[in-house]
Each structure stands twice: as structure tokens, then as C-alpha cells.
């Protein structure tokens, strides 16, 4: 058994960094790639080796046609590089990393590479000029890539339930960046309204639980580049219409499919978690009794689900009500709550299925680690997560979709300080370390994994972005935002 030192990186939620607070899951992270490298850390030669090792390992096995692959090995490589005290100038890399964002032919994740581009640029602290100039304009270029992005494209079970939903999550994740390099102007121009045209999608996503979580998000971040007016104060309340039409779940039946059956409460809650997160990030606390009381039926939700299921909604109820101001008031104990959410550790078989099985531990772990208690982590329980990869061959469809829980594991070994567990040999992986096995393991070309291989990318990404030093502070985008409601708890 390994014995491992877990170093938090935060004392508990008002520790928290505002981007933290408004991006704080690993699904946002993971699959949209929005708010990668939280949690800076000082430059480790090792794990930047791992890294870069990782991206080997994966360019062995992905198809070399895979552009989205090449651009995230790309990126990584130039974000270390720029992290590492004695790395070289970067000016010649920006061309060939601008080249692989463009060759991704599908224009969701074209404008995911973009975004990520801007994004690491304004944490690295890196000259804007590099981007826009006499002769380059690319975030008008990642701008434009939306309009590119057509409905109900996502191919997987809720074909035809989705909607604007993709070009939506793309909205969010483009203009988050666009305003992290100081350039959130352009969004709102004599010419061109990108916000409203954007608040307009939400009524082309049918279901509810697409549209709570997409409209959540983007809510959010007009809430951060100071565009709320837009939501609220206009000819429409976009909030107030997706609160509405959220209240209607059950009139629509217009409900999501998952790989495994869970309750439909999973599926009115998930959104509705995320809902409340961006009233707080717009400082509207009207909007929680519209047209019901929303706290009251997201516990009542909630009760309904099983814990082993429940616990991957609890990190969003803690944070929401946190930034809310109603910590307190709903779980005026919260420690308790804590032990009853840890104690999942026991029932969940990680490797019982990719989800939600799969993704339990990751989400209870990070929910420790956010409320400052990773003392209730013991170290059987990474060892457990980090040990179930193998069982995940079971079926096709887990072992096509191991990269999802993988790269949650990945992502919160890193935050708490224990990420050798993933990166070094173990016995059960015939003395080869768990990602490199996985890896190996990868159908030809990385194809049956499809879109669920970039999540390892991204994960890898958001490792390499961290690295960037103990000591840099948030940008300036998110360190002059303030949440309202929220009251010392």
C-alpha cells in the first residue's frame, strides 16, 4: 500500500479562487475544456515529463490525421514550455500552434481550440499581441468559427434532443476567452449583437436538462464580463424563460437518456444545481422563487436519489448555496453532510461501470478537497479508483468510454498532490503505470473512443496549464468579479 502525503489545495470553499467558484466541476473541464489549470502549482520537472510522455503514448496510438489530438499535444507542449523557469522563447511556436487549432475540420471543437489558445495565453501572462496585431486577428477568427456550428450534431444517445445545445456550450467557452485576453468589447458592436444572438439559442435546445445546464454556463459568463443586462433588462428575461421552462419537465417528458438508468430526479436536478449557481453569479436572488421555490425542490430532488448517484450532484449543491449565502441555512452541518457523501467510497464499485460508477470517486474526492476535508479520503480509496481501469473491459461500452473516468481521476489526482498513483508502474497493470495501460489498451487509432479521447486531452492540458506557478493570481477578468449573495459561512 502506497503511503501518500495529500496536499489540499485550497483550506475550504472560502478559499476558493472566483474561477473556482464559477467553474468548479469536472464535467465543465473535462468535456467543454472551460476553466482548465485551475489550482496553479509551482513547475515540476516530473510531472511535466509525464505529461509530455502521456502525449507520446497517445501519438502512437491516435490516428496522425487526428487534428484535435495534435493541436492538444501541441498546446500542452508550448504551455510547458512557457511554465519551465528555463524554457526557451515562444514566439516562433505561435504560427504552428495557431495552424493546428485551425486544421480541426469539425467547428465546435476548432472553436474549442481557439479558446483554449486565448485562455492559456492570459494565464501564462503572455503578450496579447502575439494574437492580435496588423497581420493576425485570431480571436476574430474563433469568433466567426461559431456561426459554423450546426444543431443537433453530438452523436450519441440524445440525437435530436439537444438542439443549439453544442453551439451554445461553445458560446460559453468563446466568450469566456475572448474575455480573458481583454477583448470581451467585441461581443456587442453597432454591427453585431454576439450576446443576444447567443441568449437566443436557448429556446432552440428541446430539453430541459440540456437547456438548464448550456443556459447555466452562458448566463455565467455574461455574468462575469458584466453583459447580465442582456439576460434581464431587454425585451425577454432568459433566465426567467429557462427557469419556466424548466419547471415544465415533467409536462414535456422530453427527458435525457444516460448510458446506465438513473432517476429522472438525476435529470431535473442536474440542470437545476447549475441554475442556481449562475443566480448567484448574477446576484438575482428573486430568481429562486421563480416560478417556484427553488432551493426546496432541489433537496427535495435530491432526497429521491440514491446517494451513490446523489454524489455527483453534491459538489454543485455545496458551491451553489456557498455563493448563494445559504450554505448555512440548508446544511447547517455540514460535516455530516460530508460523512454521508464519503461513505459512498464503501458502496460504488469504481470499475463497476464508466458512469456513473466510474466518476463517483473522482467527484467525491474533489468535494473534500473543495470544503477543505481531505482527511476523510483514506488511501485505499485512490488506490481503489486508480486500480479499476482493468475492470472497465468488461463491455465495449465501457471500455470504449474509459477515457471518461479516467480523466476525472487523472484531473483530481493532480489537484491533491497524488498524481504517481496514475503516472508510475503498478502491479496491477502488469508493472505498467495505469495511463500508459489504458492507453495501450485504446482501440486502433483511438477511433471506437471517438470524441471521449479528447477528455484525457484535456485533463493532460489542464496539468500542464497549472504548472504555471504557485504564485500567479487569477486574471484580471475574474479577479474583479464579486459574488454578491455570498456571505461569510
Known amino acids: 500500500m502506497t503511503t501518500l502525503s495529500l496536499t489540499a489545495p485550497v483550506s475550504g470553499l472560502s478559499d476558493l479562487s472566483n474561477e473556482t467558484r464559477m467553474i468548479f466541476a469536472p464535467w465543465s473541464r473535462m468535456i467543454r475544456g472551460i476553466g482548465l489549470g485551475q489550482y496553479p502549482v509551482d513547475y515540476d520537472p516530473a510531472i511535466a515529463g509525464h505529461i509530455r510522455e502521456t502525449f507520446d503514448q497517445l501519438a502512437a496510438k491516435v490516428s496522425p490525421s487526428n487534428a484535435y489530438h495534435l493541436f492538444c499535444r501541441a498546446l500542452a507542449d508550448f504551455v510547458l514550455t512557457a511554465a519551465d523557469p528555463a524554457g526557451e522563447r515562444l514566439e516562433e511556436a505561435v504560427g504552428p500552434l495557431l495552424q493546428a487549432a485551425r486544421a480541426e475540420r469539425n467547428p465546435y471543437y476548432r472553436a474549442m481550440a481557439g479558446s483554449l489558445v486565448m485562455d492559456s495565453f492570459a494565464k501564462l501572462g503572455l503578450d496579447r499581441s502575439l494574437l492580435v496585431n496588423d497581420e493576425l486577428d485570431f480571436p476574430a477568427e474563433v469568433l466567426g468559427m461559431l456561426d459554423e456550428i450546426a444543431p443537433d450534431q453530438i452523436p450519441d444517445e440524445n440525437k435530436g434532443r439537444?438542439?443549439?445545445y453544442e453551439r451554445l456550450s461553445a458560446s460559453s467557452t468563446v466568450f469566456l476567452a475572448i474575455g480573458q485576453i481583454g477583448l470581451a468589447d467585441r461581443l456587442v458592436t453597432d454591427d453585431r449583437n454576439h450576446v443576444i444572438e447567443a441568449l437566443n439559442l436557448l429556446e432552440n435546445i428541446p430539453a430541459p436538462y440540456f437547456r438548464g445546464r448550456a443556459g447555466s454556463m452562458f448566463m455565467s459568463v455574461l455574468a462575469l464580463l458584466g453583459y447580465e443586462r442582456y439576460i434581464f433588462d431587454g425585451e425577454?428575461?432568459?433566465?426567467?424563460?429557462?427557469?419556466?421552462?424548466m419547471s415544465r419537465a415533467d409536462e414535456l417528458k422530453i427527458y435525457p437518456s444516460f448510458p446506465q438508468e438513473l432517476p429522472i430526479a438525476w435529470s431535473k436536478v442536474y440542470p437545476l444545481v447549475t441554475m442556481l449557481n449562475a443566480i448567484a453569479m448574477c446576484g438575482r436572488p428573486e430568481y429562486l422563487n421563480d416560478p417556484v421555490d427553488w432551493l426546496t425542490e432541489a433537496n427535495a430532488l435530491?432526497?429521491?436519489?440514491p446517494w451513490d448517484d446523489?454524489?455527483?450532484?453534491?459538489?454543485y449543491w455545496i458551491v451553489a448555496l456557498h455563493n448563494l449565502g445559504r450554505l448555512k441555512e440548508r446544511l447547517p452541518d455540514l460535516d455530516a453532510y460530508l460523512a454521508e457523501i464519503v461513505a459512498v467510497l464503501d458502496i460504488v464499485d469504481p470499475g463497476g461501470n464508466f458512469f456513473p460508477n466510474g466518476i463517483a470517486y473522482p467527484y467525491i474526492i474533489e468535494v473534500a478537497m473543495?470544503?477543505?476535508?481531505?482527511?476523510?479520503?483514506?488511501?485505499?480509496?485512490?488506490?481503489?479508483?486508480?486500480?479499476?481501469?482493468l475492470d472497465l473491459d468488461r463491455t465495449d461500452a465501457d471500455r470504449y468510454n474509459r477515457?471518461?473516468?479516467?480523466s476525472y481521476a487523472l484531473n483530481v489526482l493532480g489537484e491533491i498532490g497524488a498524481a504517481e498513483l496514475i503516472f508510475t508502474p503498478r502491479a496491477r497493470y502488469g508493472d505498467r503505470s495505469p495511463m500508459a495501460w489504458v492507453v495501450k489498451r485504446m482501440s486502433d487509432g483511438g477511433e471506437k473512443e471517438g470524441l471521449r479521447l479528447y477528455m484525457i486531452h484535456h485533463a493532460l492540458v489542464s496539468y500542464a496549464l497549472r504548472l504555471r506557478g504557485a504564485d500567479t493570481p487569477e486574471t484580471e477578468l475574474f479577479r474583479n468579479f464579486q459574488f454578491h449573495l455570498a456571505t461569510e459561512q
Open 236 to 245: 425577454r428575461d432568459y433566465m426567467r424563460e429557462t427557469l419556466h421552462y
Open 403 to 406: 477515457a471518461f473516468p479516467v
Open 162 to 164: 439537444h438542439g443549439d
Open 310 to 315: 446523489r454524489v455527483h450532484m453534491s459538489q
Open 370 to 389: 473543495l470544503t477543505g476535508r481531505l482527511d476523510l479520503i483514506p488511501n485505499e480509496a485512490l488506490e481503489r479508483m486508480v486500480d479499476s481501469f
Open 302 to 305: 435530491l432526497a429521491e436519489i
